[in-house]
């Protein structure tokens, strides 16, 4: 009889998974699909100034706050990120990602492209960033009317949006297009299954490899 071993488990840093794209490309929904399939993934709830819409639920989609609130979390430096989108502001609580990564687990983020570099400057190799693209421009407007909950100003102006934000696109490690809903998510899981298993990632590796290397030893005297 073979010997019975134990499986092995290796202990691994925690994935910062960002996801950035304009407005309407299907990032939401992208995100949505991946914490569905895989709930060991934490998501990071953002705070914001902008006012709420009908479908979303406070402290589930973001902690809606009033601008005094945002400046003192900001200034006291409880917010990893923070950025002007659209004339609202947005950021990213400190306290529950490091709690999260602390605890092994992979982050979810759905933050901009400047959220995206501040974050590179603090943890640029914990971090795989991923840019979603809509097909195309029209597309990307369809997507925005069909969603209805915004005024026609504010697509207005998140379609001007949509070409500052596509011309960070080369900071991103993947960019991603999203025409098939089912295929770009099949693109973005592979992505984080592979990423998990980047060496620099794999912190339990030198025991193995040293247990290893003893029992060839063994073996050999
Ligand atoms: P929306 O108002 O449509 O929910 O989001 C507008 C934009 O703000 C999106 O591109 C979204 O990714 C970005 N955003 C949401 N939360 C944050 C955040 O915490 N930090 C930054 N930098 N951007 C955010």
Known sequence: MPPVTS??????????????????AG????????????????LSVSVTTRERRPSEVDGIHYHFIKRERFERLRDTGDL??????????YGTPREPVEAAL??????????????????YDKMRSDIVGVFILPPSAVELKTRLERRAEDASGVIEK??????TEIAHWDHYDYVLV?????TTFRSLEAILIAERLRRERMIGLPPI???LDQELSDLTA
């Open 209 to 211: 490899i040293e247990r």
């Open 27 to 42: 990032k939401s929904t992208l995100a949505r699909l991946l914490l569905d399939k895989h709930p060991e993934i934490h």
């Open 80 to 89: 990893l990120e923070s950025a002007e989108v659209h004339g609202n502001f």
């Open 178 to 182: 999203n025409q098939d809903l089912d």
């Open 7 to 24: 499986p092995i488990v290796i202990a691994r840093r925690g994935v910062m998974l960002v996801l950035s794209s304009p407005s309407g």
């Open 102 to 119: 602390s605890a092994g687990r992979d982050v979810l983020f759905d933050i901009d492209y400047q959220g995206t570099l501040q974050l």
């Open 158 to 163: 998140r379609l001007k949006n949509a070409r």
